[in-house]
C-alpha cells in the first residue's frame, strides 16, 4: 500500500475511533433511528441504546480490534469545515448503496495483508442482511461456516455466515 494511501482510498479517509461526543451521537443516532442497520451490528438483545452502552461499545471496539476506525467521507472543498464529516462505523443509511462498502473493504484488506502482516481476515454476516453476503462473496471471501438459526430478528431466526479471505487469496485478486 503506498503510503500516501495508508489511511485513505479514493473517496474514503480512515480515521482513528476516539470516544468523541460526535462519535458517540452519531453511533446511537444510527442505532436508534436505523433498526435494520442497528440489528447488522451487533448480535445481543436490541433495546434502546443509553450512552453507557454506546462508551462500552466504543471502548471495546478500540481495545479488541487489530484496527479501528471511522470511515469518513473528506469535506467538499467548498465546505467550510476543519474535520471530515463521519460516515460511520457502519455505513450510515444514506450512504449505502453508494459503493463505500467495496472500498473499504478493499483498503482493509490491502491494510491487514500489507500493513498487518496478517495471514487471514475473516468477517461475519447475518444471513438477513443479504447485501453484506453478496458484497463478501463478490470480493472474494470464502463461506467457512454457518452457525445456523443462532440470530433472532423481526420474528425470524437469521444465520450468522462466517466468511475468510487469505492472504494469497487477496495477492491473486490484486492481479486481475
Known amino acids: 500500500m503506498p503510503l500516501d494511501r495508508l489511511f485513505r482510498s479514493k473517496h474514503l479517509l ?3 475511533l476516539s470516544n468523541t461526543a460526535e462519535e ?3 453511533l446511537q443516532d444510527v442505532m436508534t ?3 435494520a442497520t442497528y440489528a447488522q451490528s451487533t448480535s445481543r438483545l436490541l433495546v434502546p441504546p443509553r450512552a453507557e452502552d454506546i462508551d462500552k461499545d466504543m471502548a471495546g471496539l478500540a481495545a ?4 479501528s476506525v471511522i470511515i469518513c467521507l ?3 472543498p467548498e465546505a467550510d469545515t476543519k474535520d471530515p464529516k463521519p460516515l460511520g462505523i457502519i455505513i450510515a443509511p444514506e450512504h449505502q448503496g453508494s459503493g463505500y462498502g467495496s472500498e473499504a473493504i478493499r483498503w482493509s484488506l490491502e491494510w491487514a495483508f500489507g500493513i498487518a502482516g496478517m495471514h487471514a481476515v475473516r468477517l461475519t454476516a447475518f444471513s438477513f442482511n443479504t447485501r453484506a453476503v453478496r458484497l463478501y462473496e463478490r470480493l472474494g471471501f470464502v463461506r467457512e461456516g454457518v452457525r445456523r438459526e443462532s440470530i433472532y430478528f423481526d420474528h425470524q431466526w437469521h444465520d450468522h455466515i462466517m466468511f475468510s479471505m487469505l492472504e494469497h487469496e ?3 485478486l490484486r492481479k486481475e
Open 14 to 16: 480512515y480515521k482513528a
Open 24 to 26: 458517540k451521537h452519531f
Open 33 to 35: 433511528h436505523d433498526a
Open 64 to 67: 479488541n480490534a487489530l484496527l
Open 74 to 76: 473528506p469535506p467538499k
Open 170 to 172: 487477496w495477492a491473486a
